[in-house]
């Protein structure tokens, strides 16, 4: 799922791009798999007027990469098996990543970009899937959310990565035409987490048992049980126990048929409908209302959380230059294109580490009390508690006090979050479940991106108003979380 986005100084906020070329004097900083910093960046209008605020190209490309990349592997999976999933769209996005730090051209560059944020919208909600699909129930909800505090382990390696390699100025030389300064380092070294978990993936770990099982595949599903008894027990003289699966023959049947479909017909319609056949089934019979309810959950946490935090350092920064609220009515001049960003200031990449921290505690909570609480009650209560925090801006007076109230809104989010990894996993049965997670990750990509536009509507206008949009946003999705079934060490299905 989506987590925080760092803040920090004007230069690491600037479009990457205003011209032909690539520029390193125009590169965002980054975080955990989405290489560049999904914030809103100063910029003059094409006519020379005042700076309005927007998407960056990057991250528009990026976004619209993982909103394709999300329901596509996440359908995927729930055909051809997890694992291959995973190591395939991690390659994807490790590879394309790596290969955009090296492009001399700002189209391939956005190519590029879009085709590595297609990978990174298929490895967390498959990610998911995988993992609790191989978690006794008893202890399911506290190892998600484990899993998922490896995303705040992710920002503080890439943020103090970012730190060391991007001020740099030792890392820079040319290939060709090519000008290869420290921030294309950076980039290298932000896809090898991808390729290694890939290569990993590929030779270490096995296929989902619960997949195959769901998948009629009987042997390989026991092959993988022995896998598991074997390193469980290992040092111990346990046998592995002779026993019987139930498997599901039907869905087996339904997937070699989907297979000798593809293979006989191409046809662009016959694909289509296969293809969004599971947000039909999503969308009917049993699961219909939570999928309504999911839908909503979704669309307004990524809404409210994405369109404020996008926003935080444009309005911190009035603070510093105008002193007051955050939201009196001052528009920052743009800086000028050609405007360079070396010598890094290096108070970006040490504010984005600390917030990145920040994360720790709300982890470190829903690890203890998931298993007892359940993914309902924590999801309801953090969104309620953010909705309230967000007022907190009307108090912020100093860059300090900017940076604490983004720690504290970070580290309360990050349980809605880790609560929401944990349910939307449990509520869905196994040939779904990949494909659910998929589609609400691309759904809350489209409102992060809305929610961003909104914000910068009218942030110069009446910033009060986004500012309770958000609250409400998030006080709606608390409540209506509350309406979700309880799925606390249920058995998946």
């Known amino acids: 799922m989506s987590r925080n986005i760092n803040g920090g100084d004007k230069e690491a906020r600037r479009p990457l791009l205003s011209g032909d070329k690539l520029d390193s004097t125009e590169l965002d900083s980054d975080e955990a798999e989405v290489i560049f910093d999904r914030r809103s960046s100063g910029i003059a209008d094409e006519a020379g007027g005042s700076a309005t605020k927007r998407l960056t190209y990057e991250e528009a490309v990026e976004e619209a990469g993982m909103m394709v990349g999300g329901y596509m592997w996440g359908y995927l999976a729930d055909q051809r098996g997890r694992r291959k999933v995973l190591v395939v769209s991690l390659t994807v996005n490790g590879l394309f990543g790596g290969l955009a730090s090296i492009a001399p051209w700002f189209w391939l560059f956005l190519?590029?970009?879009?085709?590595?944020?297609?990978?990174?919208?298929?490895?967390?909600?498959?990610?998911?899937?995988?993992?609790?699909?191989?978690?006794?129930?008893?202890?399911?909800?506290?190892?998600?959310?484990?899993?998922?505090?490896?995303?705040?382990?992710?920002?503080?390696?890439?943020?103090?990565?970012?730190?060391?390699?991007?001020?740099?100025?030792?890392?820079?030389?040319?290939?060709?035409?090519?000008?290869?300064?420290?921030?294309?380092?950076?980039?290298v070294l932000c896809s090898v987490p991808s390729i290694s978990s890939a290569v990993l993936f590929k030779l270490l770990m096995p296929e989902s048992p619960k997949f195959l099982m769901e998948a009629g595949r009987e042997e390989e599903a026991i092959h993988v049980f022995r896998l598991m008894f074997e390193l469980n027990m290992k040092g111990t003289e346990k046998a592995f126990p002779e026993f019987a699966l139930h498997t599901n023959s039907k869905q087996r049947g339904e997937i070699k048929e989907i297979g000798l479909w593809d293979t006989k017909r191409k046809h662009l319609m016959s694909?289509?409908?296969?293809?969004?056949?599971?947000?039909?089934?999503?969308?009917?019979?049993?699961?219909?209302t939570r999928s309504i309810i999911l839908l909503i959950i979704f669309y307004c946490i990524s809404f409210g959380y994405y369109g404020l935090w996008m926003w935080f350092p444009e309005l911190f920064a009035r603070v510093e230059t105008s002193g007051g609220s955050p939201c009196a009515n001052v528009t920052l001049p743009s800086p000028l294109n050609n405007?360079?960003?070396?010598?890094?200031?290096?108070?970006?990449?040490?504010?984005?580490?600390?917030?990145?921290?920040?994360?720790?505690?709300?982890?470190?909570?829903t690890i203890l009390i998931m298993n007892s609480t359940g993914g309902k009650a924590l999801l309801s209560c953090s969104l309620i508690v953010s909705s309230l925090s967000v007022f907190l801006i009307y108090m912020v007076q100093t860059k300090a006090q900017s940076l604490g109230l983004s720690c504290?809104?970070?580290?309360?989010?990050?349980?809605?979050?880790?609560?929401?990894?944990?349910?939307?996993?449990?509520?869905y049965p196994t040939h779904l479940r990949s494909s659910a997670l998929g589609f609400f990750t691309g759904v809350g990509r489209v409102a992060a991106i809305m929610g961003n536009m909104v914000f910068g509507k009218l942030v110069d206008s009446n910033c009060?108003?986004?500012?309770?949009?958000?609250?409400?946003?998030?006080?709606?999705g608390g409540l209506v979380a509350l309406l979700l079934?309880?799925?606390r060490q249920t058995e998946l299905t």
Request: charge should be positive; proline fraction near 5%.
């Open 111 to 187: 190519l590029l970009r879009f085709i590595s944020g297609i990978g990174v919208g298929g490895s967390i909600p498959v990610i998911f899937s995988y993992f609790s699909e191989f978690m006794p129930r008893l202890r399911r909800g506290s190892m998600i959310s484990a899993l998922a505090t490896f995303w705040m382990a992710g920002n503080i390696l890439a943020a103090g990565l970012a730190w060391l390699v991007i001020p740099r100025t030792w890392a820079h030389f040319s290939l060709g035409t090519l000008d290869f300064q420290s921030w294309r380092l950076f980039v």
């Open 339 to 365: 405007q360079s960003c070396y010598p890094v200031k290096t108070a970006v990449y040490m504010e984005g580490f600390i917030i990145a921290a920040s994360n720790l505690p709300g982890n470190i909570f």
């Open 271 to 288: 694909v289509l409908k296969e293809g969004l056949l599971p947000i039909k089934q999503m969308f009917s019979g049993s699961v219909k």
């Open 485 to 487: 079934p309880q799925t």
């Open 408 to 427: 504290i809104f970070s580290g309360v989010s990050v349980i809605a979050w880790n609560a929401l990894d944990v349910v939307g996993t449990e509520l």
């Open 464 to 476: 009060t108003v986004p500012i309770l949009l958000v609250s409400a946003l998030l006080l709606t």
